[in-house]
């Protein structure tokens, strides 16, 4: 395993981490499925030893996944201990009619950053993030001043945004204009490239950045086909229709062909070397679920060519726009 700065923070993190939104099991609010179906507790925490066996020290959680449940298991499996080191998320809560609630007030933060370190069993999160705030919760300030007080209290060691799925510029432009936080997680992976302009700056300034999705909801593994399904209780039930999985497919088969002939690089490898290809990228968190996946997710195979790199990050513009668009539709 490699390691690289996190922006001008004193954490050294793994270059690839261990995303826990999957282990979080299947949680829905109201109708809405927000977890990856069924999981095994027991495999969950032994995905997540294997993970630290293969060099894994980055752990990337929120309180809203699983409505705690992901937050717990890092916490009966790693507690307190100085090398691993936790990221979580606030913002998001179930409201009392089941349905998602956005709550970036200074006592929901404060009270919620509590709960994360019981669940959590530490004395301290190292890296605190705002869960997809947008302009009008930042420029309120009530969450910058929580996240401060947070700081200042020995609560958090640092703090940052998850930015949007979509449209991450304005929170992001945001944070750089005030001088705001510590670290960027941001979506970066070969479908959706909307960041890398937003990711070059903060870095340039001393922004940590995380890259999240970097298998686009397992569709860059190359294991999914165009009959693939999804249980109710998993959120990509309605974001991987059979449309979106016809077009994303006949794009992408032959582009996996070319590297699989050039390099002997499965499609899952490619993903991870697309994005650690990239320097200013600080950790890369696929999602993990099982021993196998810790394996097979933190093997990131050859190094790109600058001119192979290169020649991915143009087909956003002629392959890839309007792809991301039509996913955009699905939410």
Known sequence: ?????????????????????????????????????????TESKSALRAAFDQGVNFYDTADFYGFGHSEKLLGEVFGNRPDVIIAS?????????????????????????????????????????????RMQHLESGECITAMQDLQQAGKIRYWGISLNTFAPEPEGTFFMDHQLGHGFQLVLNLINQKAIGLMRAAAQQGYGIIARMPFQFGLLTGKLTRATTFERDDHRMFRLTPDVLQVSLDTLEPIWDAYRQKYQMTPLQLALRFILSFPEISTVIPGIKTVAQAQLNTSPGPLLSPEDHEWLQSLYASDFEALLKQMQGKG
């Open 89 to 133: 998320k606030v913002g998001q809560r179930l409201g009392a009619d089941d349905s998602i609630q956005i709550d970036y007030s200074r006592a929901h933060i404060l009270q919620a950053c509590e709960d994360s370190l019981r669940r959590l069993k530490r004395d301290q999160i190292e890296f605190y993030q705002l869960h997809v705030a």
């Open 1 to 41: 395993m490699n390691y690289r700065q996190f922006g001008r923070t004193d954490l050294r993190v793994s270059e690839i981490g261990f995303g826990a939104w999957g282990i979080a099991g299947p949680a829905m609010a109201g109708d809405i499925p927000i977890g990856w179906g069924k999981v095994d507790d």
